[in-house]
T-cell receptor, first 110, second 113 residues
Framework: GQNIDQPTEMTATEGAIVQINCTYQ??????LFWYQQHAGEAPTFLSY????GLEEKGRFSSFLSRSKGYSYLLLKELQMKDSASYLC???????????FGAGTQVVVTP | DAGITQSPRHKVTETGTPVTLRCHQT?????MYWYRQDPGHGLRLIHY???????DKGEVSDGYSVSRSKTEDFLLTLESATSSQTSVYFC????????????FGQGTRLTVV
């Protein structure tokens, strides 16, 4: 079956760094995406990896290892507004279908 | 922000009644999707569309049907609502099926009593 695993919750202090890990086993792989979702709101796109390695985008970086079925999202210089759920998603085919993890709730404390 | 509007935003309905949720886009994107989001499960694909009148099932399609008669509108119908269909429903659109992110609507919170 298809499986995407990520931790349920992580807590970190403002200004710190947090790394959210995601492991996946899916029937197809066309890329790995990270979305941010604030409570009661729509998911919004953060980053995308299709090749192995690190993609950096401001305070956010994402890493992919396809051979290990592993990705992480790194959030640096945490701000209170970064408190949200972070969704790991695998694009599983050429029709644009995603398989999502259950999300990691990040709580940023003062 | 991508132009996606879901309606209604909130609905309470009784078990056994039909319910239709609407997704409207102004981006002229070819691909549209309906997901449901439940605690502990993440987003799960119900149905998707790759063009007008072209639709297919996702992983949790039982009890749901869809229609797309115009590029801009994708309707999700719960034929006979059950309590297990209480959820938050998200519509998403995508310009290309691969190598690009999906944009999500604001969601519809549906409660079946």
């Amino acid at each position: 079956g298809q499986n995407i695993d990520q931790p349920t919750e992580m807590t970190a202090t403002e200004g710190a760094i947090v790394q959210i890990n995601c492991t996946y086993q899916t029937s197809g792989f066309n890329g790995l995406f990270w979305y941010q979702q604030h409570a009661g709101e729509a998911p919004t796109f953060l980053s995308y990896n299709v090749l192995d390695g690190l993609e950096e985008k401001g305070r956010f970086s994402s890493f992919l290892s396809r051979s290990k079925g592993y990705s992480y999202l790194l959030l640096k210089e945490l701000q209170m507004k970064d408190s949200a759920s972070y969704l790991c998603a695998v694009l599983t085919d050429s029709w644009g279908k995603f398989q999502f993890g259950a999300g990691t709730q990040v709580v940023v404390t003062p | 922000d991508a132009g996606i509007t879901q309606s209604p935003r909130h609905k309470v309905t009784e078990t056994g009644t039909p319910v239709t949720l609407r997704c409207h886009q102004t981006e002229n994107h070819r691909y549209m999707y309906w997901y449901r989001q439940d605690p502990g499960h993440g987003l799960r694909l119900i149905h998707y569309s790759y063009g007008v009148k072209d639709t297919d099932k996702g992983e949790v399609s039982d009890g749901y049907s869809v229609s797309r008669s115009k590029t801009e509108d994708f309707l999700l119908t719960l034929e006979s609502a059950t309590s297990s269909q209480t959820s938050v429903y998200f519509c998403a659109i995508s310009e290309l099926a691969g190598d690009t992110e999906a944009f999500f609507g604001q969601g519809t919170r549906l409660t079946v009593v």
